[in-house]
C-alpha cells in the first residue's frame, strides 16, 4: 500500500475508535451504581423483609445500665418494607414498645426509634435518632444523634447509633455516646429464622 494511503487509514481507524461509545466506561458507571454503600445496605436489609431473628446483648457499659434486658428474650422482626421506610419492631420479652425505622432522605439513611405504649399512644421520649453523615459502608452504617434528639434528650446529643447487616450471618444494633462510657450492642443470629412476634404496640 502506498504511504499516503497507509496514512489517512490509520487516521481513519483512530477517528473511528474516538467516536466509538467506551463500552469500559459504560461498564464502571453500572459498577459505581451497584457498589454504592449505602444501596448496598438497603438491599441487604430489605432481603430480611417479613422474617424475625433472636439475639442477644454482646456489650454493655457501663456495668448494670441495661439490667433491664438481663435474662429476657430478645427478638427483632423486619415487619414493614416500603420504598423508602423500612420498620423493625425490637421485642424485649412482653415489651413491644420499640420499633427501629430506617429510611432513606435525599442526603442518605435516617434511623428513628419510635416508642409507644400498651394501649398504642406514643411515648413522651420518642423518634429521636440521626441522619448518616457519611456513604459508610455495604455492611454497617452509623447514625450521629440529630439536632432534635440533642433538645430531646440532651444527655444523648453524643449518642451514634450503629446498625450492621452481615448477610446470612449476623444483624447488629449498637448504641454509644461519645466521650463517655455508654455502650449497648446486641447482636442477631441471622441463620436462624424464628416466627414471627406479636405485633409491636401502636401498629
Known sequence: MEQPKRCALLIALMLAGACAPDDRAAGAGEQGAASDPQQAFWSGLAQLCGRAYQ??????????????????????????????????????????????????????????????????????????????????????????ADAETAAMLPAAATNVWTVGVQPGRTFTYELRREGTGRLFRVAFDLTEPVPAPSAPWGS
Open 55 to 144: 439475639g442477644e446483648i454482646v456489650a454493655s457499659a457501663p456495668a448494670g445500665a441495661d439490667d433491664d434486658f438481663a435474662g429476657q428474650e430478645m427478638v427483632m422482626h423486619v415487619r414493614e418494607c416500603e420504598e423508602d421506610v423500612i420498620r423493625i419492631p425490637f421485642h424485649v420479652g412482653d415489651d413491644r414498645s420499640r420499633t427501629w425505622v430506617i429510611s432513606r432522605t435525599a442526603d442518605g439513611l435516617r434511623l428513628k426509634h419510635d416508642h409507644r405504649h400498651e394501649d398504642g399512644s406514643p411515648d413522651e421520649i420518642t423518634m429521636y435518632g440521626g441522619d448518616t453523615s457519611d456513604q459508610g459502608t455495604a455492611t454497617t452504617q452509623e447514625f450521629p
